[in-house]
């Protein structure tokens, strides 16, 4: 357990669909962060929130949509997404946001898209 | 960012000593060394971090030299549930933004 949950921890979704994923951390962290990880390939980093405000994207399609409405809170909004966009969502969260900072991982998300 | 070079995979034994060395040869002064461990399905997991020459914690110790090219990461008596990807990140302090690159990570095969 590292303080970080996240929701669904499984989700399969068609193209034409709309969802969320959520990340909540319980550790008073100030920045939250969204990786992608596919089958045999690297964490992918793709958004960065430091203080609820975005600091890094990652060229991530406008599919991907993050949200951060409090320092306790990340969102992921998807839509008409692709087969490849399958993968392991994480979720990440850090007291700052400064490069050594240790980050603290949730569990992920599985997601399929069909 | 530097960029690490780890091996791809390594096969050990219960109760054996792992070290998995890390090869960064454009690291910076201001560059930490991190190492972290990710179970199947699971987000890493930060195991210690090093600077400069050695750091022991509960879990590993972290053995750099002295011209920071390369660390090594080192497990005393492994066991079955130590069969992970084992991933060596360099960074440094500072910057608006905190870019944690992964590479692929050196998966260990722990065998009864």
């Known amino acids: 357990e590292t303080g970080v949950t996240q929701t669904p921890r499984h989700l399969v979704m068609g193209m034409t669909n709309k969802k969320s994923l959520k990340c909540e951390q319980h550790?008073?962290?100030?920045?939250m962060y969204w990786y992608k990880q596919s089958a045999k390939k690297p964490l992918e980093l793709m958004f960065v929130?430091?203080?609820?405000?975005?600091?890094e994207n990652n060229s991530v399609p406008s599919r991907f949509s993050p949200e951060c409405p409090n320092s306790s809170h990340l969102f992921l909004h998807l839509h008409t997404l692709q087969p490849e966009d399958s993968a392991l969502y994480l979720c990440a969260s850090s007291q700052g946001s400064g490069m050594v900072e240790t980050q603290y991982f949730g569990p992920g998300t599985r997601l399929l898209v069909l | 960012l530097a960029k690490t070079t780890q091996p791809i995979s390594m096969d050990s034994y219960e109760g054996q000593e792992v070290n998995i060395t890390c090869s960064h040869n454009n690291i910076a002064t201001n560059d930490y060394i991190t190492w972290y461990q990710q179970f199947p399905s699971q987000g890493p997991r930060f195991i210690i971090q090093g600077y400069k020459t050695k750091v022991t914690n509960e879990v590993a110790s972290l053995f750099i030299p002295a011209d920071r090219k390369s660390s090594t990461l080192s497990l005393p008596r492994v066991s079955l549930s130590d069969t992970a990807v084992y991933y060596c990140?360099?960074?440094?302090?500072?910057?608006?933004?905190?870019?944690?690159?992964f590479g692929t990570g050196t998966l260990l095969a722990v065998q009864p």
């Open positions: 929130y430091s203080l609820e405000e975005r600091v």
């Open positions: 990140l360099v960074g440094a302090y500072g910057g608006a933004t905190n870019k944690l690159i």
């Open positions: 550790l008073g962290h100030n920045a």
